[in-house]
């Protein structure tokens, strides 16, 4: 990277569940006007925008500006599944790192509906169609798409080093108390490892209902520009971007044999340690971590692909508390997908919005203490995974 990138504002509304929320024009114009106001500026400063979303027609990112503004900026719509938002990120810091503008706006959103995610367009191949055959002989019969892959990988997990049901009851417990200090989050009631374990079962031995993410509405934006325009207009200069890497998947994924491939295991290590040798400081300088917790499993999966913990030691880290406050790091102090909840064009950024509050030490009831070191990871099946690490 050329050029320092900062983050010099950012933006957030509160996520809501599929019906309760206002329309995405509405909701990704609210989260924008609040990263434009939070970094100081008007919106005629912005010379590009990225846009993320998967449920909408195309140009959808240019119907939420046009209730912003109407410049004539670039304005590039950014599908790619659930790091979507991360990889509105990503292009954002690109186009300013090698020089090509100097101030950007990423905004995602996201107007879904009740229930389990499905495809749209039924009538060709399913890009996840490779990854379906191979969690297949392990997957009982009316397990939705999502939920087969991902419960697919913690139960590789579980044959691998015996890793318990508890242990995830454990993650999604741990999120459920952090979410209760989120005003942002949609669910914010305290739950147990053993409510957690007592809830419906949705694959026996392996996901209770819980486990996973519910769909969900809202909206986030980041204004992302150099250091050098920030200085000279007099933003926010604290927060930059150390590192940052896009990766997809390796042949592993359908060679193998190891099921926790599915869940983008391979591609978020990949992409981990690219960033930190971009950064060139490691895992254990990390401070708080937002990472994809789409399901509990993969939360686990992906404290060890990022290196927090040694493959196959997550049980221990979990039982030590090294995932919550008072412990090594804290993950997701938001409350994470599993409490925050999931807009999925969303998601990147609302991850980047609580990275950039505790760095600069605003987020309340949630701070972790003398957090500098940020690391935010965000993962799309088919594949797409992003990691950023921010500092101050």
Request: aromatic share 8%; proline share 5%; with cysteine.
């Amino acid at each position: 990277m050329t050029s320092k990138v900062v983050v010099a504002g950012v933006g957030m509304i509160p996520f809501k569940k599929p019906g309760q929320s206002e329309t995405y024009p509405v909701m990704g114009a609210q989260a924008v006007r609040l990263a434009l106001a939070d970094a100081g500026i008007g919106y005629e400063s912005i010379q590009q925008a990225y846009a993320s979303y998967i449920y909408g027609d195309s140009c959808s990112g240019q119907r939420v500006l046009y209730d912003v503004g109407m410049t004539g900026v670039p304005v590039i719509n950014v599908h790619n599944n659930c790091a979507s938002g991360s990889s509105a990120l990503y292009l954002a810091r690109q186009a300013i790192a090698s020089g090509e503008t100097d101030i950007v706006l990423a905004f995602g959103f996201e107007q879904m509906n009740p229930g389990a995610l499905g495809s749209m367009f039924t009538d060709r191949p399913n890009p996840l169609e490779l990854f379906m055959q191979q969690c297949d002989p392990v997957v009982p019969e009316g397990v939705p798409t999502a939920l087969r892959l991902f419960g697919a990988a913690g139960l590789e997990h579980m044959k691998r080093f015996g890793t318990p049901l508890e242990t995830f009851a454990k993650i999604r417990a741990k999120a459920s108390r952090h979410a209760a200090n989120n005003p942002l989050a949609v669910f914010r009631k305290v739950v147990t490892p053993q409510d957690v374990l007592n809830e419906q079962v949705m694959w026996e031995g392996v996901m209770t209902r819980s486990m996973a993410c519910p769909p969900t509405c809202g909206a986030a934006a980041a204004v992302l520009c150099s250091e050098a325009y920030a200085k000279k207009h007099g933003l926010d200069t604290r927060v930059w971007v150390a590192g940052q890497a896009l990766t997809t998947d390796g042949p592993e994924v359908f060679k193998s044999g190891d099921l926790r491939q599915l869940a983008g295991f391979g591609m978020s290590r990949l992409a981990a340690n690219k960033v930190y040798e971009q950064a060139g400081i490691g895992a254990e300088d990390v401070d708080v971590v937002e990472l994809h917790d789409c399901f509990a499993q993969n939360e686990l999966l992906t404290y060890e692909a990022l290196g927090l913990c040694p493959e196959g030691g997550a049980q221990k880290f979990v039982d030590d508390g090294d995932n919550t406050y008072g412990g090594r790091y804290v993950v997701n102090p938001s409350g994470g997908l599993l409490s925050k909840g999931h807009p999925i064009g969303a998601t990147g950024l609302a991850q980047c919005y609580e990275l950039v509050s505790q760095l600069r030490g605003k987020a309340e009831q949630r701070q972790v203490e003398g957090a500098r070191v940020a690391l935010q990871h965000n993962v799309g099946i088919g594949g797409a995974a992003v990691v950023t690490m921010y500092r101050i």
